[in-house]
């Protein structure tokens, strides 16, 4: 049976994290991603991000670049243009993370591309997208969570303005990259006609902001932080401190919250109080404060245990090397390994996309630099050993390409 995007092909102009993060979910689906790294600055910037970091490869490159292909090749050269305009006839998508108003300047948008292949479909996933005032300013993922307000909702109150522990603009970015390259497809196969799709980290971090974004807008709320990563309206949905450590609670329905009273059985939570979402928001410091008297008094696996047992949702807050080591995670195959000739047996996570039997295809590690050329050239393209040492002369795939 072939892979769900097996016969599509993706140019992706890509480097660091958000764009290889969301063309990484189609290359685990089958899709061909083949990366057009610049010589002149070495390649994806993420090859030489340490620790872990060896000539051009990296564990972080490894990371978001598995599965894909890798050709070294200037395309602001006449002769590397004509290598990349002959790529784009026998492609599905063109795929840049580039500022918002490069795509332009290197005629990467559907109006130049289209000339050469009617069906490409043109994305493109910079920081502020490709219309605007601020098009043309670089940003990055703690950029966004800055200025789109999400530092300003995370974090203790009393402490600073706290970004996420993971980059999530990146990969929301990234992510929002895939479905709108599916979407592209779809409706270049529906129309026999490509277009252009305009992403951008600052768009997908403001669209994020989602309720408190129609409760300041409609009714001019402000949601502040809130203390021990609590839920700004719904009580209890929050992490509790326990004897050793801390356990996350969620009574995001009514049932969980008689689960909860029935439970614990403490006759200060069956105060009318706290019958209700609306009396337990009214009274949210009240019954927080006993609520975190009864969680101190056992383990978070003596809690969790009790709690799951009754089915109300709640977890414990692990470490990096706990949550890796979760018996859910080894069920559902989450873990993958690749030999590399570099790194030995390289040890990451999967992405989370699962269609089919997706689970059972094999992993190729990360390429290395230049690594496919051969084949984008003598496969792909069909050109005669003389025009590629031409090519190789005037240094369209670098200089000691």
């Known amino acids: 049976m072939k892979k769900p995007l097996e016969d599509v092909r993706v140019i992706a102009l890509e480097q660091y994290g958000a764009g290889p993060f969301g063309t990484l979910h ?36 490894e990371t978001f670049n598995r599965n894909k292909k890798s050709i070294s090749l200037d395309i602001r050269t006449p002769n590397g243009r004509e290598v990349f305009h002959d790529l784009v006839k026998v492609s599905d998508v063109v795929f840049s993370n580039f500022r918002g108003d490069v795509p332009e300047k290197l005629n990467l948008t559907y109006k130049d591309l289209g000339k050469i292949n009617k069906s490409i479909v043109c994305v493109s996933l910079s920081s502020f997208g490709m219309t605007g005032s601020r098009k043309d300013e670089p940003g990055y993922d703690y950029i966004m969570q800055a200025i789109s307000g999400w530092m300003n909702l995370t974090g203790d109150p009393e402490g600073p303005p706290t970004k996420s522990g993971l980059s999530l603009v990146d990969y929301s970015g990234g992510l929002a990259a895939a479905i709108s390259i599916l979407a592209g497809l779809h409706s270049a196969k529906l129309n026999g006609k490509g277009m252009d799709c305009d992403l951008s980290l600052f768009d997908t971090a403001i669209s994020m902001l989602t309720y408190p974004a129609t409760w300041m807008l409609t009714k001019e709320h402000v949601t502040e932080r809130t203390k021990d990563s609590s839920h700004p309206s719904v009580v209890p949905f929050q992490i509790f401190k ?42 949210k410091e009240n019954l927080t404060e006993i609520l975190s008297d009864i969680f101190i008094k056992e383990t978070s ?22 949550a890796l080591n979760d018996v859910q995670v080894k069920d559902r195959d989450m873990i993958i390994e690749i030999d590399h000739p570099i790194f030995g047996t390289v040890k990451g996570v999967r992405t989370s996309s699962h269609v089919g039997n997706s689970r059972n295809y094999d992993q190729k590690r990360a390429p290395f630099l230049n690594e496919n050329k051969d084949y984008v050239l003598n496969d792909l393209l069909n050109y005669k050993p003389e025009k590629i040492r031409d090519l190789e002369e005037e240094g369209v795939f670098g200089k000691n390409h």
């Open 301 to 322: 696996e003596h809690w969790d245990l009790r709690l799951k047992k009754k089915k109300i949702p709640s977890g414990v807050v692990n470490s990096l090397e706990e």
């Open 242 to 283: 326990t004897s050793d450590g801390w356990i996350s609670v969620v009574c995001a329905k009514e049932k969980f919250w008689k689960l909860l009273v029935e439970e614990l059985g403490d006759p200060r939570l069956e105060d009318s109080n706290f019958e209700n979402f609306e009396s337990r928001y009214n009274n």
């Open 26 to 61: 189609l290359a685990e689906l089958g899709a061909e991603i083949i990366k057009i790294e610049d010589p002149t600055t070495k390649g994806d910037v993420s090859r030489y991000i340490p620790p872990f970091q060896e000539d051009s490869n990296s564990l972080f490159f």
